[in-house]
């Protein structure tokens, strides 16, 4: 067998370039598991994630097939799961997009349903502006998009309706 390369980098670049739409990686069974001072914190598990890390203007991670996040608290030893369709994780801004059957079921069974939401990794912010249902506190709640703290305690629904309790 005989191989041959070319050293024109230059062609190699151009090529490289002319294929930003391709992933640069493809991982199937993926499952990243994230410590912080050696507590597991986070654990994030999907069928396949295409990786376009490579692009320069906009990086990002694509999940096709489902996703499922596991956010750990250690010193609680309590567990959020977020779970969707599909899920963009873009480098920079820090900012993640669930998409499809978005549920967040929290610590204190509170739980939010979403088609759609954002999620702001710096801030630990999660807003959209579909149709949600949060559920809280014995309490069903249903809006047109929301803004809310990852742990539910600083929520805004527009648009809401729903049954509440209210005291006397």
Aim: with cysteine.
């Amino acid at each position: 067998m005989l191989f041959s390369c070319s050293k024109n980098i230059e062609e190699v670049k151009q090529l490289y370039e002319e294929n930003q739409d391709i992933p640069a990686s493809e991982t199937h069974d993926f499952r990243l598991t994230y410590t912080l001072e050696g507590d597991q914190v986070l654990v994030l598990t999907a069928p396949l994630m295409l990786d376009f890390s490579h692009q320069k203007d906009f990086s990002y991670q694509y999940f096709p097939e489902k996703i499922r996040i596991e956010l750990i608290n250690n010193k609680s030893n309590q567990v959020t799961i977020v779970t969707a369709d599909k899920a963009y994780i873009y480098k920079n801004p820090d900012l993640s997009e669930l998409i499809g059957n978005v549920h967040i079921q929290g610590v204190d069974n509170s739980s939010l349903r979403t088609s759609h939401l954002f999620w702001d990794g710096v801030n630990k912010h999660i807003f959209g502006e579909e149709k949600t249902v949060l559920q809280q506190n014995g309490e069903r709640i249903s809006g047109t998009g929301f803004d809310s703290s990852l742990d539910f305690k600083n929520v805004r629904l527009n648009k809401i309706n729903g049954m509440l309790k209210v005291d006397k």
